[in-house]
């Protein structure tokens, strides 16, 4: 565990037992926002594999993952690969730090965090792996993306959901116990500087 998951479930989840939300079904999200021109962006084949590589996982339940958010918007044109930490009694909070990569070669660090609020138990912390979809230009990922209702999708310990600002959609992809995705309502904020405040 890398020292970010590891603050984070420190900070949060010291003194708690709670257990891990579970959750089923695949709430598809809207599709309507597709835009920009995909085929310059990862193939499907190198994704799979790539986050396979790297969460460790399921490898079917993340090709399932994988597949699901290329049907709903194609290729990526940038991907974010990173460990994170959090969790959640009522109010959640969530804290990572990753590389991004773009598909036309721009590499940065990134760092994350988050609040949520809803119906939402439990802590977790690993890695994760994130598509990032209609991105114009790499600097544009430090904004602030909300969650899109209704949009996880959970089979066989991994879990997705999906993140929008405007036309861009960040689909992060988790691996393993503790997963943690609940019912809450929230936004990830990404930053170009290491931030503990969650707002």
């Known amino acids: 565990m890398g020292p970010i998951a590891a603050l984070a479930v420190a900070l949060f989840l010291s003194g708690c037992a709670s257990a ?15 835009s920009g021109d995909q085929t310059e962006g990862y193939d499907k084949y190198e994704t799979t594999q790539e986050a396979v590589d790297f969460l460790g996982g399921s490898a079917e339940g993340i090709a399932r993952a994988v597949d699901r958010a290329f049907a709903d918007y194609g290729r990526p044109n940038a991907i974010i690969k990173g460990e994170e930490g959090g ?20 590499k940065q660090t990134v760092y994350w965090q ?23 230009r790499p600097d ?45 309502v929230g936004y990830t904020q990404f930053t170009q500087e290491q931030s503990y405040n969650p707002f």
């Open 20 to 34: 891990p939300a579970t959750q089923n079904g695949d709430g598809g999200a809207d599709q309507g926002s597709q």
């Open 87 to 106: 969790g959640a009694i009522v109010v959640g909070l969530r804290y990572g730090m990753g590389e991004f990569m773009a598909k036309s070669g721009e």
């Open 114 to 136: 988050g609040p949520s609020v809803g119906w939402d138990f439990g802590g977790d912390a690993g890695r994760v792996f994130m598509l990032v979809y209609n991105l114009p």
């Open 140 to 184: 544009l990922i430090f904004q602030r993306f909300a969650g899109v209702n209704g949009s996880a999708f959970v089979v066989g310990g991994v879990g997705m959901q999906y993140l929008r600002s405007q036309s861009i959609v960040v689909a992060p992809i988790r691996v393993g116990v503790g997963l943690r995705l609940g019912a809450g």
